[in-house]
């Protein structure tokens, strides 16, 4: 299934109002967005996945349209799926600052 093009337009949207620079490339019939060369989010079909720490996953799993992301049968344990029904204005801006603010934590990739 390919990935939704609006999505992808709305991100863009957001992300080109940050102070950071955010690297898209198209992966796995997806996207991903790297900063600093460390994926912090993507795009799979209609939903965004999502990276955070440990307590901000635990909070983010309690509200609704929020799962695990699952790749290749396994359940990753440090991203989660956003399902596209709960990607609002509100919403997604919210979700991608998340994703940004722990990726900036984490040391740059070479």
């Given amino acids: 299934?390919?990935?939704?093009?609006?999505?992808?337009?709305?991100?863009?949207?957001?992300?080109?109002?940050?102070?950071?620079?955010?690297?898209?490339?198209?992966?796995?019939?997806?996207?991903?967005?790297?900063?600093?060369?460390?994926?912090?989010?993507?795009?799979?079909?209609?939903?965004?996945?999502?990276?955070?720490?440990a307590e901000m996953l635990e909070r983010l799993l309690q509200e609704p349209g929020m799962g695990y992301f699952e790749f290749g049968g396994k359940q990753m344990k440090t991203w989660l799926l956003a399902e596209g029904e709960v990607l609002d204005d509100d919403n997604l801006p919210r979700l991608l600052e998340i994703s940004r603010d722990f990726t900036l934590t984490l040391p740059p990739k070479q």
């Avoid at 609006?6 to 991903?32: N, P, Q, S, T, Y």
């Avoid at 967005?33 to 996945?49: C, E, P, S, T």
């Fill in 1 to 53: 299934m390919a990935y939704d093009v609006g999505l992808e337009e709305r991100i863009d949207e957001i992300i080109a109002g940050w102070a950071v620079d955010v690297a898209k490339r198209k992966m796995f019939g997806g996207l991903g967005y790297f900063i600093h060369r460390n994926m912090a989010f993507g795009v799979k079909a209609d939903q965004l996945i999502v990276k955070a720490d």
